[in-house]
């Protein structure tokens, strides 16, 4: 117990900070203020050159833990941020409906009712990074124009201290995070009163008092809270109560704390202290912390019930920040195709979040390890490393794979116990070897490194092998893809004309360009037929789809008009029309077919379905040619 009168604060001291890092933290608090957010983080574009990645360089107003998903953002991600930069407009998101509904991805990782907004910020060519911004839920679903103005005059003015600070600023491996403004000034003495009298009047209620700081840490308590959570004020101040009180480490607690920070919304639960007396906790935020109320009482409120307590020996859950960066990862690997999309996506996401330099996802093949991907190392430690024996004792990928149990060594000592040679080989300090497994069926492993030595927490070490499944599954998927991508593939390059003829009196080219992402074969086709001396005979089509069954038919459809070749060019369509019918096949072709009369600069043409050609005559716009149905 704690005498009457005696409420307890945290304190914290100035840190100093270089020019820019000041000038663009108060940039972004200015930005927060003039808006009315609650909330800002401030993305830069990530190295020179092509537009790839956006880091979140600094923060205000949330705690670190809820952006660790948002620490690296791929250019080409269907988030606000990104888009923002990519269409370089403003963008707009009036509630979590509206983020749930246009970017499905991004609320999984920021599940809290808000509003926000992304504004490009303007550079001489291109936006050099966005501004981000959060409302409370509270905020009218439609930004005016008044507003939209005062975002985007915001992003200008953020933009204009970036151009006078000259060449652009690296983007640190994680966010600097601005703390709130401390309360105004005044009297001293007349402040000092007028806390004494609060704390007193504190004091004489039955409730507890209890602040915590935008980072859920504990910054004021008076003597009931300690009283009702049993623990002395040096035990709770500066501490996270869900870190501190065993019976509060479950996730929903720092859920709902959560919740009240990224909402401003009030929120409360019910919990039980060991062994039988129930707290009720009210919650009520706003831009400088949280202020909570602690009630005892007889039963659980109905707002929601934590679960059973813990006890000390029980495991530690996993912190809710990891579970939604988990999620925001898994929702990120549905979207990859390719092995390389896994690869750049492990690269671009995983590695941030975890303070890993580099990758390596390996496979077995034959007995020995295949490098299948790899990130931050140098080709002459790839080269070394691809094909060595899964029982090497240069690595333990090896038997990482064979037993499907993660190893994680925390600096060079650890692992030169077991593999002494595998520090030299890529100067690493630390490691994680994760077996990638499907239903038991391991078929790879990915590892991380890191070049300074890393302890790995429990949380980490759970999250990473939980990770690794969903890496697992999504390399899987990728190995399949480009397995029959290379064969449809090969099986069109096979069809396609090796080269053009050379037809004198005319000149032909051709280029194939794919346009879908991650597919570069299907059924298009195209021929150039010499017929005699002076005719020629050029075909295009396409066949439906991207895959070994569109490119065999057009295989099949190039050979009925080579043969057919020579006839009228309606007669050579309707030729290889009738053969399609005897296939019955149900993909659709199309078809565009021209026969040249080189004396008579005569090109007749019949099409079947396909778009017309374009015809570009020297000096001239170009312009399509009207074919008859």
């Known amino acids: 117990m704690t005498a009457r009168g005696e409420s307890y604060r945290a304190r914290a001291g100035p840190v100093g900070l270089p020019a820019l890092d000041e000038a663009l933290d108060e940039a972004l608090t200015d930005a927060v203020r003039r808006t009315g957010a609650f909330a800002g983080g401030l993305f830069l574009r990530d190295g020179e ?10 923060v205000y107003g949330v705690p ?36 749930a509904r246009d970017y499905p991805r991004a609320a999984v990782s920021l599940p809290y009712r808000s509003a926000l907004a992304a504004a490009p910020l303007p550079g001489r060519t291109a936006p050099t990074g966005a501004l981000l911004l959060l409302w409370p839920a509270s905020h009218p679903r439609i930004a005016g124009r008044r507003e939209q103005h005062h975002i985007t005059a915001a992003a200008r003015r953020i933009a204009r201290v970036l151009d006078a600070a000259g060449p652009p600023p690296q983007v640190p491996e994680r966010p600097r995070f601005i ?10 003495a007349q402040a000092a009163q007028a806390a004494q009298a609060a704390a007193d009047w504190i004091e004489r209620l039955p409730e507890g008092a209890l602040a915590l700081d935008l980072e859920g840490r504990i910054s004021f308590l008076d003597g009931t809270a300690a009283a009702l959570l049993g623990r002395s004020p040096g035990q709770l101040l500066g501490t996270r109560p869900w870190q501190s009180l ?62 059973p307590p813990r006890t000390e020996a029980a495991a530690a859950p996993l912190q809710t920040g990891r579970i939604y960066q988990l999620l925001h990862l898994a929702a990120a690997l549905t979207e990859t195709v390719a092995v390389r999309d896994v690869v750049d996506l492990v690269a671009d996401q995983v590695l941030p979040a975890f303070g890993a330099d580099a ?3 390996a496979a077995a093949e034959a007995g020995r390890l295949k490098i299948t991907g790899h990130h931050g190392y140098d080709a002459a430690t790839i080269d070394r490393l691809d094909g060595l024996p899964l029982d090497t004792e240069l690595t333990p990928a090896g038997q990482v794979m064979a037993s499907g149990v993660p190893a994680f060594y925390d600096n060079a000592r650890e692992i030169a116990r077991q593999y002494p040679g595998a520090p030299p080989i890529s100067g690493k300090q630390a490691w994680a070897f994760l077996p990638l497994t499907i239903s038991g069926r391991p078929v790879g492993c990915c ?69 879908g992402h991650g597919m570069d074969i299907g059924g298009d086709f195209y021929d150039v037929i010499p017929l005699d001396t002076t005719t020629v005979a050029a075909v295009i089509g396409d066949v439906q789809g991207h895959n070994v069954a569109a490119a065999a038919l057009m295989g099949q459809v190039r050979t009925a008009i080579r043969a057919a070749a020579g006839a009228p060019p309606g007669e050579v369509l309707t030729r290889t029309g009738r053969l399609l019918a005897d296939l019955d096949t149900d993909l659709l072709v199309s078809c565009l077919y021209v026969h040249i009369d080189l004396p008579h600069r005569l090109a007749i043409l019949a099409g079947a379905g396909h778009p017309p050609p374009l015809v570009h005559r020297p000096g001239t716009r170009p312009h399509l040619v009207d074919l008859d149905p």
Do not use: C, K
């Open 447 to 515: 590892i991380l490194s890191y070049g300074r030595p890393h302890t790995f927490t429990a949380d980490e070490r759970a999250v990473l092998t939980s990770l690794a499944g969903l890496i697992a599954q999504a390399l899987d998927r990728a190995r399949l893809h480009d397995a029959a991508r290379d064969l449809a593939r090969g099986l069109q390059q096979t069809l396609l004309p090796r080269s053009l003829p050379v037809v004198p009196g005319l000149e032909i080219a051709a280029r194939y360009l794919p346009s």
């Open 179 to 188: 703390p709130p403004a401390p309360p105004g000034g005044g009297r001293a």
């Open 64 to 99: 670190e833990e809820v952006t660790r998903p948002w620490h690296r953002i791929s250019a080409t991600a269907p988030t606000p941020v990104a888009e923002a930069v990519r269409e370089d407009r403003l963008v707009w998101v009036g509630s979590h409906e509206d983020l």
């Open 49 to 58: 050159g092509a537009l790839r990645q956006l880091g979140l360089a600094v």
């Open 359 to 361: 990758l390596v996802l």
């Open 246 to 307: 065993p019976w509060l480490d479950i996730p929903l607690v720092e859920d709902r704390y959560r919740n009240a920070v990224m909402s401003r919304d009030p929120v409360e639960f019910t919990a039980l202290h060991p062994p039988d007396h129930w707290l009720h906790f009210q919650l009520y935020p706003d831009a400088g912390g949280i202020s909570v109320r602690i009630t005892p009482t007889g039963r659980p409120a109905t707002g929601g019930q934590p679960g």
